[in-house]
C-alpha cells in the first residue's frame, strides 16, 4: 500500500513459526518488481475499506442491540419468560457469534475476505429481517442465530483486511476507526430504542406485503435490517489486499496457517495472546455491565423514566463512545511512534484506570445529574481500548494466522464479557446486599474489580508482548534478506 511488495521467500522446513512472505521499504536502487499476484493499495483505498467496514459494523451493531430494546412487547406477544428472552441474547447470539468465529477465522486467512464480509452483512440482515417475520418463540431463536452467524464473519475479516494495509505506527488510527462502528451502532440503537418503543408497546396485528399479519414490534427489525443489504454491496467494491505496510502487512500470497501450527504459536507465546485476551475480556466484561444496567440503574435510584434513560444512554454512545475510541487510536500510534511495541496495552490499562476511578464513583453520586455528568469520562474511556486492542492482537500474530488469531481472541472477549458482565451486576445485587435498590453499589464494586484485574493482566502481558512483536519483526527481517 505505502510501498512496492518484496520478492516472496518462503521458510525453511524446520524453522518453527515464522512469517514465510514479507515486504520491504521501497528503496530507490531497488528493482525488485511486484508480484504477479499482488495488487497495490493506495492509502485511499485503504481508507475506504475501513470507512465500509465501519459501516458494516454500525449495521452489526444496531442489528444485534435492538432486541435488548423490545423485550416487554415480545415478552407480552410471544408468552415468553425473561430467561427466554436473555437466551436470544445469550445463547442465540453470543456463543453461536463466538463459536462460529474460529472456522470463519480460518476461512479469513484464505478466502476473499470482502467477498467474505459482504455475505455476512446479506446473511444477518436477511436474519434480522426474518426476526421481523417470526410467529413463535423457536422461529426467533434460529433468527438470532441467523444474525450471530452472518456478524461473525465481520470482526476478523474487518482485523486482517485493515491489518494488511497499514503499517504498525498507523494501525491504532485506522483500527479505532472501524470501531467506532460499534459505538454508533449502539448509540443508534438505544435511541432508536427509546424513540420507537413508546409506539410499538401495543398489542395488536399489523399487515406487511408479502410476510402477513405481524406484531407492531416485528416492524422495527424490518427497518433496521433493510441497510444491511445496502453493505453487502459495498462491501464487494472493497479491493483484496494483497501488499502489505513495511512492518505490519506481508504478502498474503502463502497458504493459510495449519490448526495445528496456530496452536503451536498460542502455545509458544501464551502469555502474550492469554493475558492480552483475559485482560481486554474483563474490560469488556465491566462495559457490559455498565451498559446493561445503567437504565435500569437510573430507573431505579433516581426515578427517570425508560425514555429519558434510553436517550441519554443513546446520546452519550453515539457522540462520546466515538471520541474516546479515536482518542485511543491516536495514542495507539502517537507510542508506536516512539518506539514503545507495547502501545496498545499501555493504551488499554489508561482506559481501564480512567474506568475504575469514574465508573466507580458515578453510582455512587447522590445527585441524578452529577452521576449523568460522570458518565462523559465513562463513556470516553470505556471506549478507549478498542482499536487498541484490535490492533494488539493483529500485530501479535504472524499476517498469515491473523483471521484465526483474531477469531480466538474474539472467542475469550465475547464468552467471558458476555457472560460475566450483565450477570456479576445481578448476583452482587442478589446474593451479597440482597437489595434490588442496591444495584448502584453492585455496579460500583464490579467495575472495580473488573477494571482492577484487567490492568492487572495487561501490565503482566507487556513484556511477553514486546518479546513476541519484536521477535516477529526480526522474523521478517531475515526472511526478507
Known amino acids: 500500500m505505502y510501498c512496492a511488495p518484496a520478492p516472496v521467500r518462503r521458510a525453511k522446513p524446520g524453522a518453527g513459526v515464522q512469517l514465510s512472505v514479507v515486504t520491504t521499504p521501497l528503496r530507490a536502487e531497488s528493482t525488485a518488481r511486484p508480484s504477479t499476484r499482488s495488487r497495490l493499495v493506495t492509502p485511499a483505498q485503504a481508507w475506504y475499506a475501513v470507512a465500509i467496514l465501519t459501516i458494516a459494523n454500525v449495521s452489526g451493531f444496531v442489528d444485534r442491540q435492538i432486541l435488548s430494546l423490545l423485550v416487554e412487547p415480545i415478552k407480552r406477544d410471544l408468552k415468553v419468560t425473561d430467561t427466554q428472552v436473555s437466551l436470544l441474547m445469550g445463547l442465540g447470539f453470543v456463543v453461536f457469534y463466538s463459536l462460529l468465529g474460529l472456522p470463519i477465522g480460518r476461512w479469513v486467512d484464505r478466502g476473499h475476505r470482502p467477498r467474505i464480509v459482504a455475505l455476512g452483512a446479506l446473511v444477518w440482515s436477511v436474519m434480522t429481517m426474518l426476526t421481523g417475520a417470526a410467529r413463535s418463540y423457536g422461529h426467533l431463536f434460529l433468527a438470532r442465530v441467523g444474525v450471530g452467524a452472518g456478524e461473525a464473519t465481520l470482526g476478523p475479516a474487518a482485523v486482517s483486511i485493515i491489518a494488511d494495509q497499514f503499517p504498525r505506527q498507523r494501525l491504532g488510527v485506522a483500527m479505532s476507526t472501524y470501531m467506532m462502528g460499534t459505538f454508533l451502532g449502539s448509540g443508534v440503537a438505544y435511541a432508536l430504542g427509546a424513540y420507537v418503543v413508546g409506539r410499538v408497546d401495543k398489542p395488536g396485528i399489523v399487515t406487511v406485503p408479502l410476510v402477513g399479519d405481524v406484531y407492531p414490534w416485528q416492524l422495527v427489525f424490518f427497518v433496521v435490517g433493510l441497510p444491511g443489504i445496502l453493505v453487502a454491496l459495498l462491501a464487494l467494491t472493497m479491493r483484496e489486499p494483497r501488499v502489505a505496510s513495511p512492518e505490519a502487512a506481508p504478502v498474503r500470497e502463502t497458504a493459510q496457517a495449519p490448526f495445528t501450527e496456530v496452536m503451536g504459536y498460542l502455545r509458544a507465546n501464551a502469555r502474550t495472546v492469554g ?207
Open 275 to 481: 493475558a492480552l485476551s483475559l485482560g481486554f475480556a474483563c474490560s469488556a466484561s465491566v462495559n457490559y455491565g455498565v451498559g446493561a444496567w445503567l437504565a435500569t440503574f437510573l430507573i431505579r435510584t433516581h426515578a427517570w423514566t425508560a425514555q429519558e434513560a434510553g436517550t441519554l444512554q443513546g446520546v452519550l454512545t453515539f457522540t462520546i463512545g466515538p471520541l474516546g475510541v479515536m482518542l485511543g487510536g491516536r495514542l495507539t500510534d502517537a507510542w508506536a511512534k516512539r518506539g514503545h511495541l507495547d502501545a496498545p496495552l499501555r493504551v488499554g490499562m489508561l482506559g481501564a484506570l480512567g474506568m475504575l476511578i469514574f465508573a466507580g464513583l458515578y453510582p455512587l453520586m447522590p445527585s441524578s445529574m452529577v452521576a449523568a455528568a460522570m458518565l462523559v469520562p465513562v463513556n470516553i474511556f470505556a471506549a478507549m481500548p478498542w482499536g487498541a486492542a484490535n490492533a494488539a492482537i493483529a500485530v501479535a500474530m504472524p499476517p498469515r494466522m491473523r483471521g484465526q488469531g483474531s477469531a480466538m481472541y474474539q472467542l475469550v472477549v465475547n464468552l467471558l464479557s458476555g457472560a460475566l458482565g450483565p450477570t456479576a451486576v445481578a448476583l452482587l445485587t442478589d446474593h451479597v446486599f440482597r437489595d434490588s435498590l442496591a444495584l448502584r453499589y453492585s455496579l460500583s464494586l464490579s467495575s472495580v474489580i473488573g477494571m482492577t484485574l484487567a490492568i492487572a493482566l495487561l501490565a503482566w502481558a507487556r513484556p511477553a508482548f514486546r518479546t513476541t512483536v519484536q521477535r516477529l519483526r526480526v522474523d521478517a527481517d531475515d526472511a526478507a534478506e
